[in-house]
């Protein structure tokens, strides 16, 4: 029998979770962002799900081929544009749209030898101060571009830094709008976060990651129940060891647990070799939330690589081989959002979903 851990995709989440994106912005065209190989999923695995969707988002021109070698004939945008001249020749090739944010790209687009005049997306720095062509330069950017016969359509796209928080997405619109006007083009504003808590922004093309995944990007002000989301992984175990604890006894490597009254602990098949983020029962940590046959409970102690223990007061019938769901649907109707482990281990959902370790098997659920 293999090590009992396993991960769980599952499609019916994935198809409800695009669904509540596309409610929220009606007259827009999702983007499925599978950057990082579908933020950890799996691009093969999360395709049939999503494959609803206008197109596909994403960095890696080796995902751009793997979604052509799934047949997938729709639009793929290469969100951080081409890394190097030759990349345009597979773009050429694939019929790749891509990003276009900084001149080079523009000066190697203008010596590229092609049948096929390239869709790109003009991405402009509003704010964000990573990726772009400031408000000043980005209508010399888009004449330039737009003149050049390698060039198709030229859309307009700009990334927020504060959707999911407090400072909010008005200035970098106002900067936005003010710069392109009277500019012809679609647009693409929004991220998850924008569609969620900002709906109503003129957009032509969203573009929605983590939500299609099943975390909310503002977490802890709300929560995937709030969002009417649902976990698209499951990580899930089982006990493969009991120990029972006096008062004063501890628990994994560094004795960071000590038992204040005699308790019983369950030993899980799941450590930080499997992404589980060890910081949740470093010194300090105060331990994660975890079901245990669905019941919650909490980890206590170091994380091994290989191990972790959890306080089994809150279910006296677990026992070995007793399921325990480190995040996502857990049996009986239970749920754990992988937001509150990695709120537990001081990140984020994002990145435990991409954390998750190669030697993981994974499953789709329901198979199609
Ligand atoms: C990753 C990314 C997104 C998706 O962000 P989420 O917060 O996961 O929805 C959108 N736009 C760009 C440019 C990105 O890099």
Sequence with gaps: MPRPIEALIHADALAHNLAQVRARVPDARVWAVVKANAYGHGIERVFGALRGADGFALLDLAEAQALRALDWRGPILLLE????????????????????????????????????????????NSGMNRLGFAPAAFRSAWARLSALPQVDEVSLMTHFADADGAAGIAQQVASFVAATAD????????????????????TD???????????????????????????????????????????????????????ERAMRIGVVACGYADGYPRRTGDAGGSGAPVLVEGVRCRTVGRV?????????????????????????RGPHSSLLPIDEVAQ????????LMCALAPRVPVAVSPAD
């Design 205 to 259: 093309w969203v573009r929605a990651g983590i939500a299609l995944y099943g975390s909310a990007p503002d977490f802890p002000e709300q929560d995937i129940g709030h969002w009417q989301l649902q976990p698209a992984m499951t990580l899930r175990s089982r006990l493969i060891g009991l120990q029972q604890l006096q008062t004063g006894a501890s628990v994994g490597y560094g004795s960071q647990f000590v038992a």
């Design 81 to 124: 544009g081409v890394f190097e001249p030759r990349d345009l020749e597979l773009c050429s090739r694939l019929n790749l749209w891509h990003v276009v944010h900084c001149s080079q790209q523009i000066d190697w687009l203008a010596v590229h030898k092609t049948h096929q005049a390239h869709r790109v997306f003009l991405k402009m």
């Design 344 to 351: 537990a281990g001081g990140t984020i959902g994002y990145e």
């Design 183 to 202: 500019l012809p083009g679609e647009r693409s504003l929004s991220n998850s976060a924008a569609v969620l808590r900002h709906g109503a922004v003129a």
């Design 304 to 328: 091994s690589m290989d191990m972790l223990a959890v306080d089994l007061s809150p279910v006296p019938a677990a026992q070995l081989g007793s399921e325990v769901t480190l995040w996502g």
